[in-house]
């Protein structure tokens, strides 16, 4: 079983900047890939940001440019640098992994419990 647990987050105000980071536990083969969603797990909401294993990031439309997502392997985990933050960007930020437990099995989707970033205007 995997634990993502999410620190960083908190209040800013707008134009300002924060850093998010997921951290899993637990033992695994490796990540498929990890990131970050918003708004409630279950309807998968909105893609903030998303590493893969080999590298390649994607990013949602509204965060392009403003926002860098960064993964550390060796410390099992995944950073979200939020820079030039709007109010839009308010929301609860819910930290997602793909996680291979076994080479060659399928992997797993974890969530993490989601954490409040909020942007005053």
């Known amino acids: 079983q995997v634990q993502l647990v999410e620190s960083g987050a908190g209040l800013v105000q707008a134009g300002g900047s924060l850093r998010l980071s997921c951290a899993a536990s637990g033992t695994f083969y490796g990540f498929k890939a990890i990131g970050w969603y918003r708004q409630a797990p279950e309807k998968r909401g909105d893609l903030v940001a998303l590493?893969?294993?080999?590298?390649?990031?994607v990013y949602g439309d509204s965060v392009r440019g403003r926002f860098t997502i960064s993964r550390d392997i060796a410390k099992k985990t995944a950073y979200l640098q939020m820079n030039s933050l709007k109010p839009d960007d308010t929301d609860v930020y819910y930290c997602?992994?793909?996680?291979?437990?076994?080479?060659?099995?399928?992997?797993?989707?974890?969530w993490g419990q989601g954490t409040q970033v909020t942007v005053s205007s």
């Open positions: 590493i893969t294993s080999t590298g390649i990031t």
């Open positions: 997602y992994a793909d996680v291979r437990h076994y080479p060659g099995r399928p992997s797993k989707e974890y």
